[in-house]
């Protein structure tokens, strides 16, 4: 079965007006963002960054640790969430490229190498592994991807077991904390994680408001058709493979700063489970979703903390809760608000993107994934 | 009109950064003051952190409860010198940045004055340096190998000891082919500890299969029908509770009768958490103890025993229930002979000196905690159990590995 | 050697069965479900409760049997049916919220110590000569597999089996000849959820189950799927067993730690090498 037949086969369940009434909201977006509210939100990210950089000087480094660890995710999940999202492909060997990141980082810098400087180079690494595995990977559809990219992680993650002499193998590895002179580790990292988060979310968003995320997203929901458009179907979806892992690595570097010691049995399932949480109850192929997304998986499970035995099934009573209602994750509660006579008549202004049916506009850019499948 | 927020936040950050500078600079630790956190004249605050969840919640529960029995014992009896214990449990699902988070919480968020008698294992690694620059003493983790650090104090033997005594006790009983089954973490490298400072000690003893299985899975038939081919008189385990009962089943299963050791967190010594699934597989099982879960003739266990029995906890009476129950115990003690300066300088000063003066609780072995680097692991000896006729018994008093 | 063998086809039978009923699913309702595994565990608890209260052992048996039906249909009625139209990726991570909760509600119900299911046979074993004894539950487990992979094919030449194929192949114009794609959807989970019973109770009533079971078993069962390509049931139970055999000789000639890594490699190269399944070209009358 080649791509085309499977893209027929699936599309009459929502039908192509759904497809295009998704590209034509995400162009909508984008046009909003180029118009002129552009310095007001300049201005309130700005306002975010410089409260956010305050934190460690007010509040405990409990809160501090939670926060970075939020940020840490939240960076991972943009990578994540290009790849599922925006290029709508389920690939799950990204705890796998998030460990990559760890290892290299806490190894590079016990050999000495500075480790801010281990930061793009865990990256550069993980990009290129990325685009190894996807390149067979990228060839399979929907479920098969999925199986394929899981077994390959996994069998990464089998492997840090194995080099023993250079990982300290099943038993872990301890990492060596940079620190800013005269600050303690914690702060250190947390100002670290902050420029880094800064950095990626500013550069992806650009990058997905642009002429790339609507490449992207065409060749997420028109799939091979796209070829007819010039556009090379296969590159673009190793370049999300690529960025998705650079960003994953470079997330993972700074969360075997965070946590000061690493062993394989961190980046298993337990891992991956919580990053396709992080992705989905942001939204996929939202933009601001990630840390949406992060912020509920980190602080619900401190939250579910006083409920003693009764917290494992809680956490999953609450994940099924919200998939059965907002398929579109957390997000597209916002959305359906925002575009509700109700959110209208609240924020005095005209919807976002004229599209009939709210329900469309929420939905749309999530189901696409399931067109490519 | 757009620039105000802007300003606004730049005024509150420049002051806040004006008052509340300490907290990010590294020369004024907040733990290095002379009064530490979460002590006062009426109350003392510990903390632990526990896998209450997940795969290893056998363990978790029994530990949990032993703490709450002996925080209720103390609180009881007046407290520790007057001093009500405020005892915050946290659960970390077995997850190890979980273990992380709930320490740092404890620490910087509930100000506990020490973490007694935490879990998760493979996790607390990851807090050794957290705990450095707070100077909160770890009193007591369960099983970890010794970081060598000032403010964790290892109180049972580690796994990689009491392997060590089984091996000893092996030679002893003139085994002459070994066998071992270990797990690919933390676990593994305790047994291997073992087998690299014991076996050079025991020259006609060699090891005939050394087996390796993946951590999580219940996958060990393989490494079963390996071992039993090669025939050994002895087999030492280094797996969780579920893979030892499973290894025992299959061992029966397969006809093999020599002995069969694991430690005291695989094997549940004292308790039913291995030897109930495996069933009549576990007769003649030898389990490790680091706590005497076993003598019915102990008045100090007899003693715990009965309060186990009437909190009516989930697992209150297993082996780890006593483990937690004595380092509380332990450290209650430790807290009475610091008198009135409850300084950490103190704490580790009066620590340090158990040298001279152990506590001597009975359930376990004499605490004797002395100087670094050696002297924080304050108890070495380990003793075994055996599992037979329904009941455990002790085979082998605690003693430490030659 | 032959020791290997049958515990190499015996652990291959459970991955087999647990495989056939992902495919199951996968094919009416296309949903990858991770939950099967937990699904089986909690029917076999409920089995080992009823033998644990006295109950006779083959009734424990059926009453096993009907709850992992009735759960595989309760949940395509209450969670999955609505969710289809959002796309794969709600789906696939409803099945995963599914699993922790089921996984959480075994562990708060039944603890979390290991658990075996007492068969009149268990424990017996007969020599099969040269020193070498084979246990009856693992004779149990093998021919319940093989009669198990028979029916369920035999399912799918019936008529209903046939529209089952037929939805498979394209959901809307199996719609447009009149088929009910919701009957079928739950009578594909009611299957996969009697296939999921049958599956942990066999493992149950040879060795030990637990709530850390489901992780390794659900794993193994979707790399037989793979090696049916998701849709051979043929490829699946024959790709189960080999990979059973293979799991018991990596682990006795190469290393234990190894069998879990050589698992998933065989995963990532069938579907690179091989993305319709191992079996792509024997294919008898499949799908």
Redesign the interface.
Known sequence: MSDSTEVLASAPTTGPAAVAAGIRANAGAADEGGRGSG??KG??A??AL??L??V????????V??LS?TLVYAISTVGFNLLVGWSGQIGLAHAALFALGAYGSAISVQHGVPFLITIPLAGVAAALLAVIIGFPAVRLKGFFLAIATLALGMAIVELL?FARPITG????M?VD?W?LP??????STYFVILVVAALTFFLTRRALLGRFGRTLQAVRDLGPLTGSLGVSVLRYRLVAFGLSGFIAAVAGTLYSQL?????P??F?M?LLVPMLVMVFVGGAGSLWGPLVGAAFAVVI??FF?DL??Q??IAYGLVLMVVIALLPGGLTSLFRTVRDSRFGTALLRRKPATPVPGTEGTAAAPETAAKEDA | M??K??LF??A??TA??AT??G?????S?SGGGETPPGITADQITIGATLP????A??SG?GLQAGIQIAVDEINAGGGIGGRKVNAII??D?F????V??NV??L???EKVYAIVAPAGS??L??????LA??KTPMWGPISPADPKQAEVYLLSATRAAQDAVAIDYFAKKGAKRLAVIK????L??SAKQALDAQMPKHPDMQVVAD?????????????V??VVAAQPDAVLLAED??ST??IL??LL???FTGMVFADQGAGGTGG??TV??A??AAEGFLGGMQADTVSTNNPAVEHWRELAKKSGK?QAESGFSLQTYSFVQAFAELVKRMGDDVSYANFQKTAEGLKSEPIKLGSIPDIECGPLPDGHTCARQAGIAKYTGGKWVVEQEFMAPI | ML??IV?GLE?GSWFALLGLAIVVVMKAADVPNFAMAEMGLVATYVGISLAAAGLPFWITVLATLVVGIALGVLIDAALMRRLSKYGHFPLLLMTIGLSLALN?VV?LIW??????FPAPWS?V?VGVGGGV?I?VSQIVSIVVGLVGAVAITMFFRSSTGAQMRAVAENRATARLIGVNAGRLSAIAWGIGGLIAAVTVMLQAQS??V????P??LIIYGFVAATMGGFTSLIGTFVGGLILGVI??F???YL???A??SVALLIVFLVLVLRPDGFTKGVRLRDV
Not at chain 2, 23 to 27: A, D, E, K
């Open positions: 310095l007001r201005i309130v700005i306002v410089v409260v950089f305050a460690p000087f007010v509040a405990n480094s409990y809160l640790f939670v660890l077991v193998g099943g038993a872990g301890n904390v620190t005269g600050i303690t580790g914690s702060a946590q000061t010691f690493i062993f049995a961190m298993h337990n499970i401190e903390q003693g035995d917290q494992a | 757009m620039r927020p802007l936040a730049a509150a950050v806040l950064l509340a500078c907290n990010v600079s590294s020369s630790g209450i969840t997940g795969t919640a056998v529960q946290l659960d699902g997850t190890p940045d979980r992380v988070t740092r919480r620490v910087s968020q493979q996790g690694p990851g807090t050794w340096q957290f620059e707070n797990q690919d973490n933390d593994g490298v087996e390796t299985t993946a951590t999580g899975s219940t996958e060990v038939s393989s490494a029908n390996k509770n579920t009962a499973l089943k299959q299963a397969q006809g039913p958490s109930g699934p069933g009549e989930p | 020791q290997t515990s652990s959480a562990g603890g979390h110590d290991p658990r075996s424990g074993s004894s246990g060795s030990l637990s709530t850390i079971t992780t390794s799991q018991q990596v682990g006795a290393s234990t730690a069998q879990f």
